[in-house]
């Protein structure tokens, strides 16, 4: 059974950094693309970042280019987002997602095309 914990949320100040984790279990990840999205509340779900199969290549939502990195480790299999928030209005729960695809691509972006989800960590930002 696919399991995907996420950790390292909690609250931080405008302006302030988190790095978020996804750690798998049930899978070995060095063959898979993982992404991040994002929730705020009342809103939809929204992509944040993609990464390939072994960190070579990033996709980032326009919103947080220049302030969150995505990044990977396989021998832990682990996936990381550093995020730096500019304002209470960037709190969300954060979910990491797996594709089975190992490449990037349009679909990147589309929750619907991963199949395996964990429970979400929530990141607010409050002064």
């Known amino acids: 059974q696919v399991q995907l914990v996420e950790s390292g949320g909690g609250l931080v100040q405008p302006g302030g950094s988190l790095r978020l984790s996804c750690t798998v279990s049930?899978?070995?990840?060095?063959?898979?693309?993982m992404g991040w999205f994002r929730q705020a509340p009342g809103m939809e779900r929204e992509f944040v970042a993609a990464?390939?199969?072994?960190?070579?290549?990033?996709f980032y939502a326009d919103s947080v280019k220049g302030r969150f990195t995505v990044s990977r480790d396989n021998a832990k299999n682990t996936v990381y987002l550093q995020m730096t928030s500019r304002h209470p209005e960037a709190t969300a729960v954060f979910s990491c997602?797996?594709?089975?695809?190992?490449?990037?691509?349009?679909?990147?972006?589309?929750?619907?095309?991963?199949?395996?989800w964990g429970h979400g960590t929530p990141v607010t930002v409050s002064s």
């Open positions: 997602a797996l594709d089975t695809r190992p490449l990037l691509g349009p679909h990147s972006s589309k929750a619907r095309e991963y199949p395996y």
């Open positions: 049930g899978r070995t990840v060095s063959t898979d693309a």
């Open positions: 990464i390939n199969y072994y960190g070579g290549t990033t």
